[in-house]
């Protein structure tokens, strides 16, 4: 098995950040004409319902259909030619699996997948049509990590974590670093957590380009290890999560990943999977965007009322204003049929 080399940010190294701003902006030319800059959508509707003024980044209009191409692309694309002719491997529930695969393919390389037999079929599907190599497992019984490196080692291959590595941290960051271009200063920017990569990145972009905000991750309620992980001081692990938001079902949160986001998270907000429904209807009737459950999570925390941001106080002489408000959209991978079912 061959490793992603790390380079001066990696966690050997205990006297720098994991990432920082020099090194998503490294990874936003790197994706410059490869990956796409993806829409920001604003609905008074919603500005209304949340008393802020929201701004929602859809990276389900990203290719593969979910922001893990960022950093997916960022690591596959450092990799020396010897390293793409022996091939990558990755472990996934879906998205970084489609992501891995279409860096391989973008690259010369090709790709092994370990995908869980419960993945969406849409998700297996579209990995399968970039032409990786799917190998499955249970989740609740396998352990998805080892089996990985175990397959990476056999065959030769480098593994390509989903985000347990600075490349892989520092891709996800470009979302909200292109969203904070796109909108100026936020007061907060709300962001799915799973294993934290999405956080981890876009909080190391936002934090440094805008002091003061605040970062609020959005977890299902089955499936709070983060929170239970900040509050312990340290990483957590707890049983497999069975909830609709796939791309979140994490057992625990990732080292590198936890000690970026207990730094820099101001809070975490829990969701039942009843609210992430009305958030995917929500968006569908509202916004006419599809939303798979993890893409809809940080949207269901701001429906519920869950984030209340006080006003923001005006200049000398002028009233407060509503917070400003940034919301990752993070994919849109479902199937029709499921996309039914959760609805219906």
């Excluded at 979910?66 to 529930?93: C, D, H, W």
């Excluded at 907060?188 to 999405?198: F, K, R, Y």
């Excluded at 089955?222 to 001081?233: I, K, Q, V």
């Excluded at 990943?257 to 569908?284: G, Q, Y």
Aim: glycine letters at 12%.
């Amino acid at each position: 098995m061959t490793q992603i080399p790390t380079g001066p940010t990696g966690p050997g190294n205990t006297d720098v950040p994991v990432v920082t701003l020099d090194d998503v902006r490294d990874a936003a030319r790197r994706l410059t004409g490869v990956a796409h800059r993806t829409p920001v959508l604003r609905s008074r509707t919603l500005d209304a319902l949340a008393g802020a003024e929201v701004h929602l980044k859809c990276e389900n209009f990203q290719r593969v259909g979910a922001f893990k191409f960022r950093g997916a692309y960022n690591a596959v694309s450092r990799l020396s030619p010897e390293q793409l002719a022996r091939g990558v491997a990755a472990y996934s529930s879906g998205n970084h699996a489609q992501a891995v695969a279409l860096a391989a393919r973008e690259l010369g390389s090709h790709a092994v997948i370990v995908m869980p037999e419960d993945a969406p079929k849409s998700k297996t599907d579209a990995t399968a049509g970039y032409g990786a190599e799917i190998v499955r497992y249970d989740r609740y019984t396998g352990d998805r990590a080892a089996l990985g490196r175990q397959l990476a080692e056999e065959r030769g291959l480098t593994l390509i974590p989903p985000y347990e590595h600075p490349h892989i941290i520092a891709g996800q960051g470009t979302a909200a670093l292109e969203l904070i271009e796109e909108t100026g200063p936020l007061d907060a920017l709300l962001t799915p957590i799973g294993g934290g990569g999405l956080m981890a990145g876009s909080a190391t972009a936002a934090t440094a380009l805008v002091p003061g905000i605040r970062m609020i991750g959005v977890e299902p309620a089955a499936g709070d290890d983060t929170l239970r992980s900040l509050a312990a001081g340290h990483p957590v692990t707890i049983p497999v999560p069975r909830t609709i938001a796939d791309g979140q079902a994490i057992e625990t949160p990732g080292e590198l990943t936890f000690s970026v986001n207990r730094r820099l998270l101001d809070s975490v907000v829990l969701v039942s999977d009843d609210e992430i429904r009305a958030a995917m209807k929500w968006a569908f009737e509202r916004l006419k965007i599809v939303t798979e459950p993890s893409g809809a999570s940080a949207l269901a925390a701001l429906l519920t009322g869950r984030v209340d941001l006080p006003p923001v106080p005006g200049r000398p002489g002028h009233d407060p204003h509503p917070p400003r408000i940034g919301v990752i959209i993070s994919g849109g991978n479902v199937g029709l049929e499921r996309f039914l079912e959760l609805l219906g």
